[in-house]
């Protein structure tokens, strides 16, 4: 038997694999599958046949298999009881194809190895056999990056690990698309850090949503890693906080249930972000400032509401839940309260917690007392708003809402009701529905003077006003841009006060 494309490695060795020691290297590639021990929670990804040739009898046979992140059940197909398991995500994929006659029925393939384990799969429909593969190469190691990728230019992208990994465009021969390319040398790379790294690509590959940043593939050469990524065209949050867009509630609303959608789909697989502030938010296109992306999940872990556990103190001064400060058993309700400080941001212009210092700011975070007078709020807004952000700040986390509740909430009801022009859709003679009328009234008594001339105590503020006039929402925006969010050193990030 001839095999047309050769089993090239560009690693010196097996062991140099960044993923060596998160495979278990067990005497056995397929390990049996104990159905009742090792029920996954995860969903199905693909599930079909496939077909294997044996070494000994030289005879086809099929099988049922089943696609997870991260692993790949084999089922006999007379005997559904006889399963067998193997981990993926440490393995090497490659296509493969044979020129033997023998093979002419089943000729698309593809090779899963790991050392000197290998499995090779076969299908006789090559839209069949695409589809599998275009399944698999997100949960597997590939090769030879240069050849399937053109690296363009180096984009500027917030991180955890300084000096060890790049962001560049990077363009796929295969479809003309761009994609944004993180290169890691995988040498210079911490110990711990390469837990969190090896965690974070290991959550990546779980999460398939519009609101967070999506893993396509992951190659590894030499002394790099590959990690092929969604390509955000837009700006961060943060760099946009001067802009026009956040003029009303309508559209504040749009931004923040983009992100809440996000959490909640995160929450419902048992991840939490733990580091949600306006870096780590980015536009996906600079032309569509509705699509917004959660990126950055290093400090990202999995979590069970069912069973606590400890968890290290993490997040960025300004946006960690009270909680963290006094206990590590917190669940996915510290991003609730992060996604509440950009959400006050928004409204108010203002960061929560006026502090001249990092070390100010973090005493103020743990106490947690934030003012919610509309009369000095950037944009009108109405009750319901004013009601659901202060819901997301509440300090303790069993009176806070997750994301499920957050997400139902009558607010986002009502601003999707609403038109362009903040009237409601088919409300022809423009008078108040019923969700609308407490708010209406309301809104007459006190936010009467929210946008009439007032005095402000100096300091009190992020912004000035001038001769008495009315700054414009762009000029608080631009003044909380470059006055308030300074560098914090590294040890008031995601190693804040870290074991602890």
Same mark, same amino acid.
């Given at each position: 038997m001839k095999n047309q494309t050769s089993n090239d490695n560009s690693l010196k060795s097996i062991e140099d694999s960044f993923f060596y020691d998160e495979f278990k290297n067990p005497s056995s590639f397929w390990q049996k599958y104990d159905f009742e021990g090792q029920q996954s929670d995860q969903h199905i990804i693909l599930m079909g046949k496939l077909y294997l040739k044996s070494q000994k009898t030289k005879k086809w046979t099929a099988y049922h298999f089943?696609?997870?992140?991260?692993?790949?059940?084999? &089922?006999? &197909?007379?005997?559904?009881?006889?399963?067998? *398991?193997?981990?993926?995500?440490?393995?090497?994929?490659?296509?493969?194809?044979?020129?033997?006659?023998? !093979?002419?029925?089943?000729? !698309?393939?593809?090779?899963?190895?790991?050392?000197?384990?290998?499995?090779?799969?076969?299908?006789?429909?090559?839209? *069949?056999?695409?589809?599998? *593969? +275009?399944?698999?190469?997100?949960?597997?190691?590939?090769?030879?990056?240069?050849?399937?990728?053109?690296?363009?230019?180096?984009?500027?992208?917030?991180?955890?690990?300084?000096?060890?990994?790049? !962001?560049?465009?990077?363009?796929?021969?295969?479809?003309?698309?761009?994609?944004?390319?993180?290169?890691?040398?995988?040498?210079?790379?911490? +110990?711990?850090?390469?837990?969190?790294?090896?965690?974070?690509?290991? &959550?990546?590959?779980v999460l398939n949503h519009n609101s967070l940043c999506k893993l396509y593939e992951i190659y590894e050469e030499g002394n790099n890693m590959f990690i092929i990524m969604d390509i955000l065209l837009g700006k961060s949050l943060k760099s946009k906080l001067g802009d026009s867009i956040f003029a009303d509630e309508k559209s504040v609303s749009e931004i923040i249930y983009s992100i809440l959608s996000g959490l909640n789909y995160m929450h419902q697989k048992g991840i939490f972000h733990r580091d949600l502030k306006l870096d780590n938010l980015y536009f996906k296109n600079a032309q569509n400032l509705k699509e917004i992306c959660i990126s950055n999940f290093f400090t990202a872990e999995y979590y069970n509401d069912k069973q606590k556990q400890p968890f290290k103190k993490c997040g960025t001064a300004g946006f960690i839940a009270p909680e963290i400060f006094k206990t590590k058993s917190y669940d996915s309700k510290v991003d609730i309260f992060s996604l509440g400080v950009v959400f006050y941001?928004?409204?108010?212009?203002?960061?929560?917690?006026?502090?001249?210092?990092?070390?100010?700011?973090?005493?103020?975070?743990?106490?947690?007392?934030?003012?919610?007078?509309?009369? +000095?709020?950037?944009?009108?807004?109405?009750?319901?708003? &004013?009601?659901?952000?202060?819901?997301m700040l509440e300090k303790d986390p069993l009176k806070r809402p997750d994301s499920t509740q957050l997400i139902k909430h009558t607010w986002f009801i009502n601003m999707k009701s609403r038109g362009e022009d903040g009237r409601m859709k088919n409300n022809y003679f423009g008078m108040p529905t019923l969700s609308t009328i407490q708010e209406k009234s309301s809104d007459l008594g006190s936010r009467q003077e929210v946008f009439s001339p007032r005095r402000t105590e100096s300091g009190s503020k992020i912004y000035e006003e001038y001769n008495s006039s009315i700054p414009t929402l762009n000029q608080m925006m631009l003044s909380l841009n470059s006055n308030t969010f300074w560098k914090i050193p590294s040890k008031y990030r995601h190693d804040l006060i870290n074991g602890q």
């Open positions: 089943e696609l997870y992140s991260d692993k790949l059940i084999k &089922i006999e &197909i007379q005997n559904l009881i006889q399963k067998e *398991y193997l981990q993926i995500n440490s393995c090497f994929l490659k296509k493969i194809k044979y020129s033997e006659n023998s !093979y002419t029925n089943y000729k !698309y393939g593809m090779r899963i190895s790991f050392a000197e384990h290998k499995t090779e799969l076969f299908v006789d429909n090559l839209d *069949y056999f695409n589809n599998w *593969y +275009d399944k698999m190469k997100r949960y597997c190691i590939l090769q030879k990056f240069s050849k399937k990728y053109k690296v363009l230019t180096k984009t500027k992208c917030y991180s955890h690990m300084p000096d060890s990994n790049f !962001y560049y465009k990077c363009y796929r021969y295969s479809d003309s698309n761009q994609y944004c390319v993180r290169i890691i040398d995988k040498y210079i790379v911490s +110990d711990q850090n390469k837990q969190m790294l090896l965690n974070e690509i290991s &959550i990546l590959r941001i928004l409204i108010f212009g203002k960061m929560p917690f006026n502090a001249a210092n990092p070390d100010q700011l973090l005493l103020l975070n743990e106490i947690c007392e934030i003012d919610f007078d509309t009369k +000095d709020a950037a944009i009108k807004c109405s009750c319901s708003c &004013i009601e659901i952000l202060k819901s």
